[in-house]
Every structure is written in structure tokens, then in C-alpha cells.
């Protein structure tokens, strides 16, 4: 069968390429031995008839929920057969090729059974993790309460201890109170994590998490006094399955309460242990560390599709003389795209950085546990911000066939644009990483050395605003050393300033501490959103430390570079208020995106192909690996249902009467 016009053009695009691709899906695998365990594990699941993902857009809310619950079920009979080991390299490919992400399962492998480890007791945790990993039980995490959300202390659920028969009595009072969006709770889940407020004696000992039995264990039907149900559709991850709870005088019993950093005696006294704060980071801090590599796996997935059709669609004239040409050689189309290929890599590259330092963490290190945490929370609110808005880039770049759901782009939308929600929305991620970076800065205040990320702020705060120009000359602009320190002070400056902000409010005698935070907010956010930048910018750099081939490494350069230019470009109030740039610096930083573009234009397709993502992953007819774009939007609407007959239900109903012309 002779190939498509699309299929050619490219294939020739490929040819343009100036490195092996391959070479650079080697680097961000991890190696060959990492590449090849990511094929045989997707190879698994993308051959399964059960766990492919087939024909989805033409399924209703019902029915995507029972295609999840078969998918779920036979995802984990998999995963018991393989025998992955819990949290290993291979366990993570597998549930990612299986998108556990959109099953009624997907708070398991995190959220529940990671609270689990983190919180419970020694006696907890062996009884209750096996039976999780294993997943003799389905639980969900439940926290977030209709009226309630990040502000965990505000929670309204009760938990209160009756010491005649040491029992905790779970009560969820009022309508606010009642536990809403947790996954997998709503038709799904037979157990529950719930965070609720302890009361001992009628005194608030704050919020607490408690594990809890939700349905009878045959028939699946809610226990006396919980009631469950689905919260309905929304905008994506319907299959999730998040739901609500009310609890009405539940009782559970006293070892029910996760103790590993306090307990409640026999007879309500509260004892807490050690380090009792961390439960405060540990179950947030593991999905944030995972969240920056996930939401620029999510945003490259976007940008391979939006580059590969781009180089196929051919649409009017540059050269007057000559045929149409691919809308990727305008450069107005490279300036959307490329900075996203560019912050693809950028993200993939921290989250890997991140993530191993998670892993590597001593939980005995509060200072430690501090830092992670605040460089999380900015990281969480960066990406997905900018992911969500870059992707929503992708789609309109596409033109009209990008708002079919057969470009995959949306249900890519769908998915990405819950993160920006869950886990700590932005302002409320910035303004607590604020309060680490408030800390920072009194250390420094007091002649203190600091370490870790945040040692910048030592020196940069030395200098003031204007004193030092940290760009003496054009040529800095194109170097990344140099970059790096623009990147740096201009965080520590703004770090430097918000502390100056919040004193300011601090000394006025009818301002609150928490008045005073208020009204330094904006300050604030802005310190902790360049600190974020800053980390963003300086971890990808170090990707020009890797032993790779010289046609690699100056592509690799082309694309730290532009994205550090273009987060300038989007950003520049940052660095000009803080008298790191000059105003015309401006004009000199749109010349040299442009030089970067023209050095990635021959390798756009070839990087994204680095990016190793296989057309069942991709979902789409525009970014296929073939090209063969229109074929397979042809194929994809044959199987619209509307098009099994030609005339649809209700024309000859509804339409046919009020046609009375005789042609």
C-alpha cells in the first residue's frame, strides 16, 4: 500500500535531523537497561485486548466507569502475575502504560498506601500495607470535604473519643463537612483513610488521619451510617471515580488511628512522639516529588502531537514562488511550539532530580523535609500552570482538528488540568513555600551559612539592586553559567524584598501576624514563584554535564537556552525590577530566541520523536509516528455511531414535518 503525502513529508522531516534520536530517549530512560525494561513492560500492555485503549470517545459516563472497574481488575491480576516489586522502576512503567491515572484504583498505588507506610504504627503498617499492595483492599484517601480543602485545620468532620469503650466516633455534622472529591470513593473504594479533627474531652487536638472500613465486605453496600455516592461528571478524569461521604456517629476502633507520630492512650490522653509535625509533609511531599516529571511527560505528549502534525499540514505560501509549505517552517508556529518541546525537557529533567532526592530524604531531617517541601510546592504550581496553558497551546495550533477529540490533545487537557487543583493550588503552594524561604532569609540576616538549593540567596542578597549588573554584555544573555546567576539573584532579590514587605507590615501595631502575612501576600507569591523558576532553570542546565555526542549536546544547549530566554520573555518584570536586566536587554533576548529557533527548526521532529511516546499512549490521529494524519481521521469518524445508519433517530420525528418545500 502506497504511503500518504503526509506519511512522506514526514519521513523526510526525520531526515533533517542532525542527531540520533535515540540517543537522547536513551538519556531521559536513564540508560539502555531502563529503555529496554520500559519496552517490554508497555509491549505487555499495549498487546492486552483488556488494558489497550480503544474506541474511547464514544463512551458515556456509565459505561467508562465499567470499562475502568474490568480494566482496574485486570490490571492488578497482571500485576500480581508479573510480581513487580512495590515502587519499583517496573511497577511505575506498568502503571503508567496502563494510565492507572483514569482507573477507579488510582489513589492505591499513592495516596493510600503511601499514608499507610508513612503514618502508621509498626503494628499498622503490618497489617494493613500487605493487604494494600497487594490489593486485597481498595481504599481512597479522604481529606478535601465540600466546604474545605487546603486549609486542613478549617476540616469540619469529627472524630471524638469515647473512652468507655475506646472507640473513635466519626461524624461528618453539617453539610460543609461531608468528605467530597476523594478518588475512588464513590462506588468504589472499601476503605478509607479520613482526615478528621480529634477531639479528646471536648478540646481540639487538631486533624488526624483514621482508618475505617466503608462497605460490607460481601455485598459492597455502604455500612450503617456512611453514605457514599459519585459527585457526577467532570471536566476529565471521569473514571477516577471521586465521591462524597457523610458520616453519621461512626464508630471505629481506637487502633484505628494512624500512630506513628501520636497516639490516643486507653484512657484519651493524646502522646505525641517524635518529629510529630511530619505528617504534615510525608503523604504530599511523595505526590508533589512525582508531579513535576508527570506534568512534563503530559505536556511532551501534547507537543509531540503538535509537532508531527505541524510538519505535515501544508498551508499557504512563504516563498511566492513555490507550493504550500508545512505550517512548522513559519516561524510564528516554532515560537508556540518549540519553548513547550524546550519545557518538556526542562521538566523531565527536575522531576528526575526531585524525585531522587525524595527517595534519598531522611525522614529524621527536618531541615531537610523543609526544603523538599517548599522546592515541591513551588515546582507543583509552576508546572502545572505553565503545562496546562501549554498544552492548551498544542490544541490551538492544531487549528480546527485540534479541537477533535481524535487529536488526542483534549482528553491530554482533561487530564492535566486537574493537577493544577490537586495537591495545593498555586497561590496556596507559593505562600507556604514562602514561609521556608522566610526562614532562609533570617538565616542569612543572622550571618548564617545556608546550604541545598537556597544557598544562592547568601550571595545574592550581599548585593544590591543596580549596584552589580549581573549582564555586563549582550553575549551573557547566551551564556547558560551566566544565566544561571540572572536566574539566582533575581530570586534572592525578590526573596530579600518580600522579607523587607512583611517587616514593614509586621511593625504596625494594628496588624496581626497573620494580617501582616495577608497583606505581604503578593510579595510573597512573586519570592517564591522566581525561587521556583530559578530551580527550573538551573537543574535542566546541568543536562549540559552529560557525556553525549557533539550533534546532541548543541541541540541540548539550543533548547536549555530557549528556555531560559522564553521564561525571561514571560517573566521579565522579575528581572527588570530587581535591576538584574535592563530594559534593553528585552530586544537582545528576542534575538536570540530566534537564533535558537532556527537552530531546532531540522530537529523538531526528531526530539520529539526522543520523547519515545508509542500511538497507544498518544491517543491521536494528528501525531501518529506514521504522519498519516487523514486517513486516520477519516477512519476514527467511520466509527462515529451516528454513522452506523444515514438518517439519525429523531429527523423524521422532529426535522421531517416542518420540511414541507417540493424541490
Not at 504530599?284 to 502531537?305: D, E, P
Not at 516561524?331 to 519545557?343: D, E, I, K, Y
Not at 514561609?435 to 542578597?461: C, E, F, N, P
Request: with cysteine; charged share 20%.
Amino acid at each position: 500500500m502506497a504511503s500518504s503525502r503526509q506519511s512522506r513529508l514526514l519521513a523526510a522531516e526525520r531526515r533533517k535531523g542532525t542527531f540520533d534520536s535515540h540517543e537522547l530517549t536513551l538519556l531521559l530512560h536513564g540508560g539502555e537497561k531502563s529503555y529496554e525494561m520500559a519496552k517490554k513492560i508497555d509491549d505487555i500492555v499495549y498487546k492486552d485486548p483488556v488494558l489497550r485503549r480503544d474506541n474511547m470517545h464514544y463512551i458515556s459516563h456509565g459505561a467508562e466507569y465499567k470499562d475502568a472497574v474490568q480494566k482496574a481488575a485486570h490490571a492488578i491480576e497482571t500485576y500480581r502475575k508479573m510480581g513487580l516489586e512495590w515502587q519499583s522502576p517496573e511497577f511505575h512503567r506498568f502503571w503508567t502504560a496502563v494510565e492507572s491515572e483514569s482507573l477507579p484504583i488510582s489513589l492505591q498505588m499513592n495516596m493510600f498506601s503511601h499514608a499507610l507506610q508513612a503514618l502508621g504504627s509498626d503494628e499498622q503498617r503490618a497489617k494493613w500495607v500487605p493487604l494494600a499492595r497487594n490489593f486485597d483492599i481498595i481504599g481512597c484517601y479522604a481529606q478535601t470535604e465540600l466546604g474545605h480543602g487546603s486549609f486542613v485545620r478549617g476540616l469540619e468532620t469529627r472524630a471524638e473519643y469515647d473512652r468507655t469503650t475506646q472507640e473513635f466516633i466519626l461524624n461528618t455534622p453539617t453539610l460543609t463537612s461531608m468528605k467530597w472529591w476523594p478518588g475512588n470513593l464513590g462506588k468504589t473504594a472499601c476503605h478509607a483513610l479520613v482526615m478528621a479533627r480529634l477531639f479528646l474531652a471536648g478540646r481540639d487536638c487538631g486533624p488526624h488521619l483514621f482508618i475505617m472500613r466503608l462497605r460490607d465486605a460481601k455485598t459492597h453496600q455502604p455500612l450503617p451510617g456512611i453514605t457514599l455516592g459519585s459527585i457526577g461528571p467532570r471536566l476529565g478524569l471521569n473514571p477516577v471515580d471521586n465521591g462524597f461521604m457523610q458520616l453519621d456517629k461512626v464508630r471505629i476502633p481506637r487502633k484505628h488511628m494512624l500512630m506513628r507520630y501520636s497516639e490516643v492512650t486507653p484512657e484519651g490522653r493524646l502522646v505525641l512522639h517524635t518529629n510529630a509535625k511530619k505528617p504534615n509533609y510525608a503523604t504530599m511531599l511523595f505526590i508533589r516529588a512525582h508531579m513535576i516529571g508527570g506534568q512534563g511527560k503530559k505536556l511532551s505528549r501534547a507537543v509531540t502531537i503538535a509537532v508531527r502534525y505541524s510538519a505535515v499540514r501544508e498551508q499557504g505560501h512563504i516563498d511566492p514562488n513555490g507550493g504550500e509549505v508545512a505550517v512548522l517552517d513559519y516561524v510564528s508556529q516554532q515560537n508556540l511550539l518549540l519553548p513547550l518541546l524546550a519545557t518538556s525537557l526542562a521538566y523531565l529533567e527536575t522531576g528526575k532530580w526531585l524525585a531522587k532526592i525524595y527517595a534519598t530524604h531522611s525522614p529524621e531531617n527536618t531541615a531537610q523535609l523543609q526544603e523538599l517541601h517548599a522546592s515541591s510546592a513551588c515546582l507543583k504550581a509552576i508546572t502545572a500552570f505553565v503545562a496546562v496553558r501549554g498544552i492548551e497551546t498544542c490544541r490551538r495550533a492544531c487549528g480546527g482538528h485540534g479541537y477533535s477529540r481524535f487529536s488526542g490533545i483534549p482528553r491530554i487537557y482533561e487530564y492535566t488540568s486537574a493537577a493544577e487543583i490537586y495537591e495545593g493550588d498555586a497561590l496556596v503552594l507559593f505562600l507556604q513555600a514562602a514561609r521556608y524561604l522566610m526562614k532562609a532569609m533570617r538565616v542569612v540576616q543572622k550571618g548564617q551559612t545556608l546550604t541545598g538549593d537556597i544557598k544562592y540567596l547568601s550571595h545574592w542578597t550581599s548585593v544590591s539592586p543596580g549596584t552589580d549588573p549581573i549582564v555586563t554584555k549582550d553575549a551573557d544573555l547566551g551564556d547558560l553559567f551566566k544565566l544561571a546567576d540572572v536566574f539566582e539573584c533575581a530570586a534572592a532579590r525578590l526573596i530579600a524584598l518580600a522579607a523587607q514587605k512583611l517587616a514593614h507590615f509586621s511593625k504596625q501595631a494594628d496588624l496581626s501576624p497573620t494580617q501582616a502575612w495577608n497583606r505581604a501576600a503578593p510579595w510573597l507569591i512573586r519570592a517564591a514563584e522566581a525561587h521556583g523558576e530559578a530551580l527550573l532553570f538551573v537543574h535542566f542546565a546541568s543536562a549540559q554535564d552529560y557525556e553525549v555526542s557533539r550533534p546532541l549536546r548543541k541541540v541540548l544547549k539550543a533548547c536549555i537556552l530557549l528556555y531560559a530566554l522564553t521564561r525571561i520573555e514571560e517573566n521579565t518584570l522579575f528581572f527588570i525590577e530587581t535591576g538584574v536586566l535592563l530594559p534593553r536587554h528585552v530586544h537582545v533576548i528576542h534575538e536570540l530566541v530566534a537564533e535558537q529557533l532556527k537552530i531546532l527548526r531540522p530537529d523538531a521532529v526528531t526530539l520529539v520523536d526522543a520523547f519515545d511516546h508509542a500511538d497507544e499512549s498518544l491517543h491521536s490521529a494528528l501525531g501518529a509516528y506514521d504522519g498519516d494524519v487523514y486517513t486516520r481521521m477519516y477512519e476514527a469518524a467511520k466509527q462515529e455511531p451516528l454513522n452506523k445508519t444515514q438518517v439519525a433517530d429523531g429527523i423524521h420525528k422532529y426535522l421531517k414535518p416542518l420540511m414541507k418545500a417540493k424541490m
